[in-house]
Nanobody, 115 residues
Framework: QVQLVESGGGLVQSGGSLKLSCAAS????????LDWYRQVPGKQREWVAR???????RYADSVKGRFTISRDNVKNTLYLQMDSLKPEDTAVYYC?????????WGQGTQVTVSS
């Protein structure tokens, strides 16, 4: 079974930057459209960004212009560069394919932005 592993989260001040990574066993990340999501306790998981196999990207309005999704198909890794971070970006961040593999959700990586 595919297991996704997110990393790179941490505590950062408002206006700072973080780069998240997502890895998986096998080549699942190099063959599919991929998404980043985030979730705040007590709220539904929110879609953040998407990248197709060919590299076309889309972003939620809340992060457009500040976040950049990218992928390395050779390393089988997905990235999310987050700049100009705001306190409202605080959440646990997850990656998955599109459409998502229900059994593949990882533990996520916590991002905390202090004001």
């Amino acid at each position: 079974q595919v297991q996704l592993v997110e990393s790179g989260g941490g505590l950062v001040q408002s206006g700072g930057s973080l780069k998240l990574s997502c890895a998986a066993s096998g080549s699942i990340l190099s063959r599919n459209t991929l998404d980043w999501y985030r979730q705040v306790p007590g709220k539904q998981r929110e879609w953040v960004a998407r990248i197709t196999f060919g590299g076309t990207t889309r972003y939620a309005d809340s992060v457009k212009g500040r976040f950049t999704i990218s992928r390395d198909n050779v390393k089988n890794t997905l990235y999310l560069q987050m700049d100009s971070l705001k306190p409202e970006d605080t959440a646990v961040y997850y990656c998955n394919t599109f459409p998502p593999l229900s059994g593949a959700w990882g533990q996520g990586t916590q991002v905390t932005v202090s004001s």
